[in-house]
C-alpha cells in the first residue's frame, strides 16, 4: 500500500530512470517492470491512483477503467468500491490492446459490464479535433510543482493547437477527495483485510496455549505498518459514535463529487490534470510523513471515487525525471479516452530508459 | 406487562445451491469441509455472486408475512471476528439507512392479537464449530464450514408476544408457513432457529440465545418470566443482558453483559450491484404463490363443508393438504379430509413415516368411495388404512385378503347377534334397564365381526331382539 512501494513486505521497487528514486505506487513494481522493458505490458489495481501514479513516475502508459469494465476475480481486495484492475504498457496503443483482452462481463464478478462490440485499438488517432477538454482547475494551482505546471500548460497548448477547446472547470469537492478516499477506502480495507487471521491457512507459530482472541492479536501483527495504520483508521472512521462525523460524511461528499463531475462532463468531452502534483521522489524522503504521502494522491482520486476511466501518459522529463499528463472520460467512455491519450502521445518525443 | 419480541431465522433449504456460490445448499449428511469452494471459506480474491432464486423465496416469506418489499434492495456488511465466518464479517441486509432490506412492516394475526414483523433480511449463515467435550470445557475447537453460505432469512418481530403462548403459536403458524410457500423444511435439524427478548413491567430487556429447539423457546421463556419476576419482587434491577439457554439444566445463564456489545460496523457490500424488486417481479411471484393456508382453510369449509377443525389442521400441514388435493372430488372430499385427520394419525406424524408411507393418493379416494358406497364400514376402513400404508396393495385386494367386507344381510347378523346374547347372559338381562349396555353388546358383535357388521343396522336388530324378550 502507499504511492511509493516502500511499505511492501518484499522491500521498495527503484525508478528505473534514477534508481534512488521511488517508482510510485502502490502498483510501483508492475510500472517498473515495463518501463524497464522486463515486458511489454503489465497489470496494475488501481483504488486511489495506484496504476496511473507509478506510470506517471515511470514515464509508461497507466489506465483506471470504469468501474466494473474490468473483472475484480482474483484480486485481493482492499478497497472493492473504487478498486478496478488496469493495464500498464509503453504505448497507447498496447494499453487498447490489453484493455481489450481483459474487460467485459465476467460471471465470477457480479459487479462487471456488458461492453458491447467495442475495439478500443480502433479509430485511434480520429484526433482532438472538436474535441472540448476541461482543465480541472483545482489539480493545476496550489501544491503543483512548477515543472509540473509548465508540462501540463504545454501539453494543454498542443492540444489546441490540434484543435482541441480546452477551458478551465472548477471541481469543488476535490479539496475534500483526499479525507474522503482515505475514510472510505480503510473502512473496505479494515473489512477486507479481516479475513487474514491464520485460521485457515496454517498456523506459523506454536499456537498451544493461545486463547482465540490472542491467537488473532498475535496472527493479525504479521501486518506491515501502512496496513496495520490503514485497519485502524478503518476501524475507527466507522465505529458506532463516528460514523456520522465520519464515514457517512464521506459517502456524502462522494456523492457530491459524482453529481459535479456528471455536471461536467455535460459541457465537456474530457478532462485533464497533471497525474502527480509532484516529482518522483527519493527513496526514504517521505518515509515517515504518511500524511504527506496520503496527499500527493489528489490528481488520481477523483476518478476512483466517481467511477469513471483515466489514463496517464508520460509527457516529458525534467532533470532524468518523468512527468506523466492525465485524462478522464465519462464511464464506459474508454475509447474516447483512449484517443485524446494517442493524440497527445504523438506530439511527445521522449527518451529510452537509461538502463 | 410482560413484552417479547423473537429473531427467527429460517434456512431456505429447499434452494439448490448457497447463497453466494454454487456449493449445495444441503450441507447436512456431507464430509466434514467438503461442501466448500473459494467464495463461502473468503479465500483471497473470490466475490460473492448473489442466488436469484433466494431473493425470490426470500420475497415469498416477505409477501406471505404481509411485509412491504422496497423498489431495490441492498446487502451490508457485518464486521465481527469470530472463527465460525470466514471472511470475518457476515453479509447481511440493514436497514438503519432506509429500507433497503427484503422486507419490513409486515404483522401476522395470532388469535385475534396483531404480532408485527419489524424486518425480513436476506443473509449468509456461518460455519459451524465442532467442539471436543462442552463449548466450555472444550481444549480443542474445529471448524466445519459445509454450512458457510447457506441462505438464511431473518424474521425480527415487534415485541408484541405477551406470553409465552402466543409465540409457540406463532412459531408453529411460521413453519406451517414456510413449509407450505415450498421455501424450508422445518423439520430440519437448524432450519429454523429462534432467539427472544423479553422484558417485564418496566425491566431491562434480556435477550435468550442459543435456544436449539423450537419446543424450548416456551421454556426459556417460562424460566425467563418467573427469574425476572422473582427479581422484581425482591426490588433487584433487572440487569440488560444476554442469557444462553441451558438445555440440560432447563434454565437460562448470563452470557456476556450489554454493555460489551460487539459494534458491528455496518456499511454497503460493493461487490453485490442493488437488485431491482419490480412490482412486475412482486406480481408474478404472487401470482405463483402456493395457496396460503388461510384461503386453503377457507376453501375447505366452504366448498366441501368439513368441519373447522379438521379444516384447520389439513390446511396447515402441507403434507396432508397436497395429499387432499391430489385424492379428492366434489363429492368424497369431506370423507379423505377425515381419513387424513383422524384414521392417518399415528402413521403419518414424522419425516421417517412419511417418507416410509406406501399410501398413494388413489388409495385414499378409494377408501372414501368404499365407505360411501357401503362396500366396507368406516371401522374395516381403518383395518384397510393400516395394511395400505405398510404394504401399498390396491385397497380390493386388501378387502379381499383381510375379509372386510361389509356384514350387512340380517339373517347372518342375526345369527351373530344371537351367539352374542348367548355368552353375555348378564348385560341382556341389564340391557333392558340401561339402554347403555346396548352399546356393550354392539361393541361386542363388532369385535365378533371384525367390525365389518353395519353399525346402525346392528343397534337396530338388537333392539328388535331385546324388545321381543
Known sequence: MGISTEFSYFGPSRNPW??????????????????????????????GGSVRNPASFCSVVGLKPTYGLVSRYGLISYANSIEQVGPMA???????????IISGIDQHDNTTIDKGKVDYTKELDVGVEGKRIGIISEMIGEGVDKQVAAATSKAISKLQTLGAECNEVSLDSVKFSVATYYTIAATEAGSNLARYDNIRYGFDFDVEGYEFNAYISKARKNFGPEVTRRMILGSFVPSAGYVGKYFL???????????????????????????????????????????????????TIVANLSGIPAISIPYEMTNGLPIGIQFFANSMQEKTLLQAAYALEKTTNLPGVPI | MTKIGLEIHCQLTKLESKLFCSCKADYRSLDINTNICP???????????????????????????GCKTPPKIAFFRKNYFYPDLPKNFQITQYNAYGPTSIGSDGKVLIEDKEIRVRRIQLEEDPGRLVYEGTSEKTLLTLIDYNRAGTPLVEIVTEPDFETPKQVRLFLNVLADLVENLGVSDPSLEGALRVDGNISIDKGNRVEIKNVGSFKDIEKALHFEITRQQSLAERGIPIPAETRHWDEARKITVSARSKEEEQDYRYFLEADIPWVLIDSSVIDKLKKNMPESIYSKKERYIKKYGIPLQVAEVLSSDKFYSDLFEQAHNEKNAKEIANIITTDLKGFADTKEQREQLKLTPKHLADLADAIMNNIITRNSGKLALQEIVKSGKPLSEIISSLDLGHVDDKSSLSKIIDDVFSEEEKAVSEAKLNPDTINYLVGKVMRKTKGKADPALTLDIIKKKLDSK
Open chain 1, 18 to 47: 534514477n534508481t534512488d528514486y521511488v517508482p510510485g505506487g502502490s502498483s510501483g513494481g508492475s510500472a517498473v517492470s515495463v518501463s524497464a522493458l522486463e515486458c511489454i505490458a503489465s497489470l496494475g489495481s488501481d483504488t
Open chain 1, 90 to 100: 509503453r504505448t497507447v496503443e498496447d494499453t487498447a490492446f490489453i484493455l481489450n
Open chain 1, 249 to 299: 460524511k464521506a459517502l456524502k461528499v462522494r456523492s457530491k463529487i459524482k453529481s459535479e463531475i456528471e455536471q461536467a462532463f455535460k459541457k465537456f468531452d474530457l478532462l485533464i490534470a497533471p497525474t502527480s502534483p509532484v516529482l518522483p521522489f527519493k527513496i526514504g524522503e517521505k518515509v515517515d510523513d504518511p500524511l504527506s504521502l496520503y496527499l500527493l494522491d489528489i490528481n
Open chain 2, 39 to 65: 467464495v463461502c471459506i473468503g479465500l483471497p480474491g473470490s466475490l460473492p455472486l448473489l442466488n436469484k432464486k433466494a431473493v425470490e423465496k426470500a420475497a415469498m416469506i416477505s409477501i406471505a408475512l
